[in-house]
């Protein structure tokens, strides 16, 4: 039996992607940011209310992904 090299080349991307994302937020941290500091209070609370509709959206997202895979569990290996 073959292991499966896609997996591997998973990992690696998912290496290089944690990498890159903690890189990025100690490189911008002291930034600043000059959208946001840009908008007036009325502009603030509708970026924030649409903030908050997405955030919920995305954990929906989480939450039925989750169930699915659970439910379906994708990455057993298959009895033949």
């Known amino acids: 039996m073959e292991t499966c090299k896609i997996s591997r080349y998973l990992a690696y991307a998912m290496t290089v992607y944690v ?10 941290r002291n930034i600043g940011t000059p959208f946001n500091d840009s908008l007036n209070e009325k502009q603030k609370v509708i970026k924030k ?12 997202g989480l939450v039925i992904g989750l169930g699915l895979c659970i439910l379906f569990t994708p990455f057993t290996p298959l009895k033949i």
């Open 49 to 60: 209310a649409a903030s908050k509709k997405r955030g919920i959206i995305f954990t929906w």
């Open 19 to 28: 990498f890159a994302s903690i890189f990025y937020l100690v490189f911008t």
